[in-house]
RNA sequence: UACCCCGUGGUGUAAUGGUAACACUACUGAUUUUGGUUCAGUCAUUCAAGGUUCGAGUCCUUGCGGGGUAGCCA
């Protein structure tokens, strides 16, 4: 008998927390929910807190919640729970109950009577400014409000009022009667209501009074039975308060855990960032495939397995991190690799002719659609004496570990056969427009009965049965490292790159042509690709996905080719 | 200069007082009809200084460094 040695598996943070309040009995369940407010469209920073949300909820056999933090009419739309909604299911998760705060407005108002009533909060008239003057600053403690002492009896009336509507915008508040003088400035006396009279998504014109986040959070939180509510570190300093208030409504009480939110290299998430982009019209929306959007990552093609598995491999922690844009493109080609069928296509064509190839003669050559998975089979390819190769792909003079084509030189034709390059002919740029080879009769792929070994392998396309297609290659959309934090003067703006986007018609082998809109393919020795919903029957738009790792190109840039 | 949080290789994450692990990157090399993939190898004594302990990345103290917080935003 084997003894299996005891495997520890290694834990994040936050399921330490839980394991240790499951064990100590604080908890009996794992509840989670995914708290968005509706005021834009999901970012891949949402993505981390989705996996963990949706992800505990499913390793500890529990429930995680969709609910939208509705607290703040002004910035909050119909359009954005929609799109959030499909980005999460896109995601492929599944929200065990939906909710919006906003369905708690009544609960809210009546715990509020309460804490009145209890003397723990009243009723302030103090404007914006006279409240800010009043709260002291970071190093120095906050003065009370004249109206603070005023009665529950009195404070109880003054609330009903603001409710119902006998108070102008912004006159007055309900506050939380806690220290004016605490270090913790989230204690000196928090807003928990505000009037404004602005139309809400969903409950219309109901109410002229709002309650804040801090005053709402929580309460939703413990009507909805969560157990763990995870949220990033900015709100850290609102944990006392998160408690206070369930503590002094002896309501269920959730337990907050913050983590640090995903910050990634060279990529803006901003709102107003985003915002910006998109209405200055420096992308073509929020869906672009340059963006950092759920539904710009859908439309670029990665997979939403890709993006679990990065959120899962970056970790949970408490350390504000930054992420290499690699990790994420990495994680992409990992997935694309296994399921992308290969094709071939040309995207910077020169002529290659055949001089010894039979005058009109097509072969059809066969080729394995993944070597990574034989079970999706083979395609036929088109083979003539009139090709198409990457201009890249040759040389007139090249450097030693040069291995495709040179004048001389012989190379491999993907799935075709090996042809040996004697001349080349030129405009009078002195620009090569045209290859001349013979091709090796005996190396035919899959038949080579020559024994011939060539170093280098290259993709082509025959020029006759070639498919123009457009091919949209995508770049970063920034320049630097860390857009969001830019020099004297400057703007992320003036960190855009202008070669974010480029067009290029492409020359595709024909059975490109039987795609569908969605389908991700490998162009081989290119990248991957994905058909853009913009192709149309005979007009078929590629998007990249990512390119392949280049390996050459690296040599190259470094001077490593001699 | 108040309070809170955080400091482990180039980048992240782990090690639950017992002798630094995993992934990615980078670099070597092998295989390869994609310079792709795959495989093998190389790259840290844990911010610093004290202390507790037989033993400290883990606990304590101080310092240094980074982040957060002064919306009637979330």
């Not at 399921?339 to 290659?352: E, G, N, Q, S, T």
């Not at 993944?370 to 003539?384: A, L, M, Q, T």
């Not at 170093?455 to 490292?481: C, P, Q």
């Amino acid at each position: 008998m084997s003894e299996t040695p005891p495997k520890r598996e290694s834990k994040n943070f936050v399921e330490q927390s839980i394991d240790a309040d499951l064990q100590s009995g604080r908890f009996q369940s794992v509840n989670t929910r995914f708290p968005p407010e509706p005021n834009g469209y999901l970012h891949i920073g949402h993505a981390k807190s989705i996996c963990l949300n949706f992800g505990l909820a499913k390793t500890y056999n529990g429930t995680c919640n969709l609910r939208f933090d509705d607290t703040n009419p002004v910035k909050e739309e119909t359009e954005y729970v929609d799109a959030i909604m499909k980005d999460i299911k896109w995601l492929g998760f599944e929200w065990d109950s939906l909710h919006y705060a906003s369905d708690y407005f009544e609960d809210l108002y009546q715990w509020a009577e309460q804490l009145i009533q209890s003397g723990d909060a009243y009723v302030c008239d103090l404007s914006a400014e006279e409240m800010r003057e009043y709260r002291g600053s970071l190093t120095e403690s906050g003065r009370n409000s004249p109206d603070r002492d005023r009665s529950p009896e009195e404070n109880l009336d003054l609330f009903r009022r603001m409710r119902a509507g006998e108070f102008p915008d912004g006159s007055r508040s309900l506050r939380a009667k806690i220290d004016m003088a605490s270090p913790n400035i989230n204690f000196r006396d928090p807003v928990m209501y505000r009037i404004l009279r602005a139309s809400h998504h969903r409950t219309g014109d109901t109410w002229c009074i709002y309650p804040t986040y801090d005053w709402t959070h929580g309460q939703s939180d413990s009507l909805e039975n969560i157990s763990f509510s995870i949220c990033t570190l900015e709100f850290e300093n609102h944990r006392p308060l998160y408690d206070w208030f369930c503590q002094k409504l002896g309501i269920h009480h959730p337990r907050q855990i913050e983590f640090a939110k995903l910050k990634l290299s060279s990529l803006v998430v901003g709102k107003r960032f985003m915002l910006r982009l998109v209405k200055e019209g420096h992308v073509s929306g929020w869906d672009d495939p340059r963006m950092p959007t759920l539904s710009g990552y859908r439309r670029r093609g990665y997979t939403p397995e890709s993006i679990r598995n990065f959120c899962s491999d970056v970790g949970v922690a408490k350390f504000n991190s930054t992420i290499d844009m690699v990790r994420l493109e990495n994680s992409v080609r990992e997935h694309l690799n296994k399921i992308a069928p290969r094709r071939m296509a040309v995207l910077d064509p020169v002529k290659l002719t055949i001089t010894n190839w039979p005058e009109g003669q097509v072969e059809i050559m066969e080729a394995v659609n993944n070597p990574e998975d034989p079970e999706i089979g083979k395609r036929e390819i088109p083979f003539s004496g009139n090709l198409l190769i990457e201009r890249g792909d040759f040389r007139e003079e090249a450097p030693r570990k040069f291995f495709r084509l040179k004048k001389g030189g012989a190379v491999r034709l993907r799935a075709g056969y090996i042809v040996d390059c004697y001349d080349v002919i030129k405009d009078e740029d002195g620009k090569v427009t045209e290859i001349l080879c013979t091709y090796d009769p005996e190396t035919r792929s899959g038949a080579d009965k020559s024994g011939r070994k060539v170093k280098g392998t290259i993709h082509w396309v025959s020029a006759n049965h070639a498919k123009e297609m457009t091919v949209r290659l995508y770049d970063r959309l920034f320049t630097v490292e860390d857009p969001g934090s830019t020099e004297e003067g400057k703007t992320y703006l003036d960190y855009l790159n202008p070669n974010s986007l480029t067009t290029v018609t492409a020359y595709a082998e024909p059975s490109l042509q039987s795609h569908e809109i969605g389908d991700r393919i490998q162009l081989e020795r290119i990248g991957y690709f994905v058909l853009d919903p913009d192709s149309q029957a005979e007009s078929i738009v590629l998007n990249r996905i990512v390119p392949l790792r280049d390996t050459w190109g690296k040599m190259e840039a470094k001077g490593k080719t001699v």
